[in-house]
């Protein structure tokens, strides 16, 4: 069981606004900034958002992540097929110091 | 620009030594910003933080491996390989190596390689 709990899936038509929440402890998400990475099957995890709600050069604009007290969130808006991917939310943690990944949420577009 | 690629058996039987190397290719290796890790997948679940060196020779490591884990690095070859003891089929998984940064506005992996599949079994 992650340290960091995501909803196992999520889903939404083309089009439409779909956010995955990342929940975790005053140890990780609470003193730490929180990174969004999108994994495609077959393909190495991307880097979609860091330090909480910025988007590396290249990754559209629809992605977005927040974050508030011991909580994160990343929103996709105008879904598209392509997102249908595992995205995972991750931060370090004090107590165990090291790095802890959410058990990530399994993104279908209907 | 950067890329990284894993190196390493693809089947061990249970209890023997687990190798892998990443090579990294196409920019600098030693940036004091700059730290490398290893993240493994095992089949049908989620990813798993393995442990992380700086090039300083700084290290961490998930607890959950209970120091069977070792990540060592070799600048003069711009490569850091991952060692991990008694492998049991829990260690099965694909391996990926990456490349962390932390400075003041960022901390995060940002480069990653293809993976490598690692199967255990008797």
């Known amino acids: 069981q992650s340290v960091l709990t995501q909803p196992p899936s999520a889903s939404g038509t083309p089009g439409q606004r779909v956010t995955i929440s990342c929940s975790g402890s005053?140890?990780?998400?609470?003193?730490?900034?929180v990174n969004w990475y999108q994994h495609l099957p077959g393909a190495a995890p991307k880097l979609l958002i860091f330090?909480?709600?910025q988007r590396p050069s290249g990754v559209p604009d629809r992605f977005s992540g927040s974050k508030s007290g011991t909580s994160a969130s990343l929103a996709i808006t105008g879904l598209q097929s392509e997102d249908e991917a595992d995205y995972y939310c991750t931060s370090w943690d004090e107590s165990l110091n090291g790095l802890i990944f959410g058990g990530g949420t399994k993104l279908t577009v209907l | 620009q950067v890329q990284l690629q894993e190196s390493g058996p693809g089947l061990l039987k249970p209890s023997q030594t687990l190798s892998l190397t990443c090579l990294v290719s196409g920019g600098s290796f030693s940036r004091n910003s700059y730290y490398w890790t290893w993240i493994r997948q095992p089949a049908g679940k989620g990813l798993e933080w393995i442990g992380r060196?700086?090039?300083?020779?700084?290290?961490n490591y998930n607890p959950s491996l209970k120091s069977r884990g070792t990540i060592s690095v070799d600048t003069s070859k711009s490569q850091f390989s991952l060692r991990l003891t008694s492998v049991t089929a829990a260690d099965a998984a694909v391996y990926y190596c990456?490349?962390?940064?932390?400075?003041?506005?960022?901390?995060?992996?940002?480069?990653w390689g293809p993976g490598t599949k690692v199967a255990v079994s008797s």
């Open positions: 330090t909480n709600n």
């Open positions: 990456a490349r962390g940064v932390v400075s003041a506005r960022f901390d995060a992996i940002d480069i």
């Open positions: 060196i700086f090039t300083t020779g700084t290290t």
């Open positions: 005053r140890s990780n998400i609470g003193s730490n900034s």
